[in-house]
């Protein structure tokens, strides 16, 4: 079967960094995506990996390693806005996403 | 900005009544999917569609119907509501080849209750 892992909740000090894990095993790769959704509202796209390594950007990074089934998301210098679930996705053999169940970061000052 | 409205933010309806959650983009997006998010679930796909009239089945199709008789419009159709069918709908557009995922562009959601 298909299955994607994330924690479900994590908690982290204003101004300090967090890494959200993601472990998948799916029916074929084809690129590994985050999403940030704030309670209540859309979820809105964060990056995307379909290389090992490292992406940066801004605040934010992500990293994979498709021989692990692994990635991580990287938060930086943590600010309270950034308390949200945040959703981890792979794309598969068809093309089709498959989502884990997201993890709920909170922030505290 | 790219901008997808869904109808209706919040709605309760009763058991067997005929639903129907409205998704409308503006950006001239090739896919359009219906998802439902429940807690300590993953997003789960309903349906999509690739192009106007054409829709596939994703993962729970069954209870749901859709239509897509426009290209900037994508409904959602529960025809006989049911109590487990209480969730959170979202709508998502995107590219990508037949359906296939490339960034999605998510709506605001509906959140349906049916007593």
């Known amino acids: 079967g298909q299955n994607i892992d994330q924690p479900t909740e994590m908690t982290a000090t204003e101004g300090a960094i967090v890494q959200i894990n993601c472990t998948y095993q799916t029916s074929g790769f084809n690129g590994l995506f985050w999403y940030q959704q704030h309670a209540g509202e859309a979820p809105t796209f964060l990056s995307y990996n379909v290389l090992d390594g490292l992406e940066e950007k801004g605040r934010f990074s992500s990293f994979l390693s498709r021989s692990k089934g692994y990635s991580y998301l990287l938060l930086k210098e943590l600010q309270m806005k950034d308390s949200a679930s945040y959703l981890c996705?792979?794309?598969?053999?068809?093309?089709?996403?498959?989502w884990g169940a997201g993890t709920k970061l909170i922030i505290k000052p | 900005d790219v901008k997808v409205t869904q109808s209706s933010r919040y709605l309760v309806k009763r058991t067997g009544e005929k639903v129907f959650l409205e998704c409308v983009q503006d950006?001239?997006?090739?896919?359009m999917f219906w998802y439902r998010q429940d807690p300590g679930l993953g997003l789960r796909l309903i349906y999509f569609?690739?192009?106007?009239?054409?829709?596939e089945k994703g993962d729970i199709p069954e209870g749901y119907s859709v239509s897509r008789e426009k290209k900037e419009r994508f409904s959602l159709i529960l025809e006989s509501a049911s109590t487990n069918q209480t969730s959170m709908y979202l709508c998502?557009?995107?590219?990508?080849?037949?359906?296939?995922?490339?960034?999605?562009?998510f709506g605001a959601g509906s959140r349906l209750t049916v007593l």
């Open positions: 950006m001239d997006h090739e896919n």
């Open positions: 996705a792979v794309r598969d053999s068809n093309y089709q996403l498959i």
């Open positions: 569609s690739y192009d106007v009239k054409m829709k």
């Open positions: 998502a557009t995107g590219t990508g080849p037949l359906g296939g995922a490339n960034v999605l562009t």
